[in-house]
């Protein structure tokens, strides 16, 4: 990452604590009052006794090589982690603090995994009813499967999503053409502006010129068309 004072990085022992509580505080707002309503004895059992920071801390201690934390002038606001099976990446965990989501932090550190962790497919498994994470990996090109895994104890299911490199790559190369072609036509447009521009200034007819000038507007409006056309493709996945 380049911007100032941020930065992805690899975890250490210091950054446990601060781990366990994000992940702990995620687990209790956002996944607690979904599984409540499919068994209530086993949400209260499990996100109010289970689960803590102390064992939390003590179940990454071994695995921070599997752990990256995006870190903000020394504070740790958000983490993924990983489970790398030969050229296969699945995404076990990735939450941000509570007060410093909707920022693009969940965004920076996928995008950072797919960067620097190379791989034919990334997986990730999401609550069925957490239409909010489903909707997050969707955006970041992820696609549903069929697959699916019930959760001890409830009546809800896991359900996986999976990102396929190469189809990643492909809308890379779709996206770098497509705006290649905008360009070429945006450069043909620019011509024939010139050329009416020419005609109009050398010639006497009226209305050849009443024409040559509509001519000119149109060639206008189709090149701030395209620009803008760029500027979405552009917004709709980064191109390097």
């Not at 504070?75 to 509570?98: A, M, R, T």
């Not at 990334?122 to 959760?151: D, M």
């Not at 043909?188 to 001519?215: C, G, M, P």
């Amino acid at each position: 990452m380049k911007a100032q004072n941020k930065l992805i990085r690899q975890a250490t022992k210091a950054d446990l604590t601060r781990i366990a509580e994000i992940e702990t505080f995620n687990y209790r707002l956002n996944f607690y009052p979904i599984v409540k309503q499919l068994s209530k004895e086993r949400g209260e059992q499990f996100y109010f006794k289970e689960l803590n920071i102390f064992e939390k801390v003590e179940d990454y201690k071994n695995e921070l090589d599997t752990i990256r934390v995006y870190e903000d002038n020394e504070v740790i606001k958000g983490f993924i982690k990983l489970n790398k099976q030969s050229q296969i990446v699945e995404i076990q965990k990735l939450f941000v603090e509570i007060p410093f989501q909707h920022q693009g932090i969940g965004t920076e550190l996928i995008n950072y995994i797919i960067k620097n962790q190379s791989a034919i497919r990334y997986e990730v498994w999401a609550l069925e009813e957490n239409i909010k994470a489903i909707s997050f990996y969707k955006k970041h090109g992820f696609k549903l499967t069929t697959e699916r895994e019930l959760i001890d104890g409830t009546y809800s299911n896991l359900v996986k999503l999976e990102l396929n490199s190469i189809s990643n790559i492909t809308t890379q190369v779709s996206l770098k053409e497509s705006i290649k072609n905008l360009d070429n036509i945006k450069d043909y447009t620019n011509q024939i502006n010139k050329i009416a521009n020419k005609l109009s200034k050398e010639s006497n007819d009226i209305w050849l010129r009443l024409r040559l000038n509509n001519i000119k507007e149109q060639a206008e409006r189709i090149e701030n068309t395209i620009e803008s056309i760029q500027t979405q493709l552009e917004n709709i996945h980064t191109i390097d």
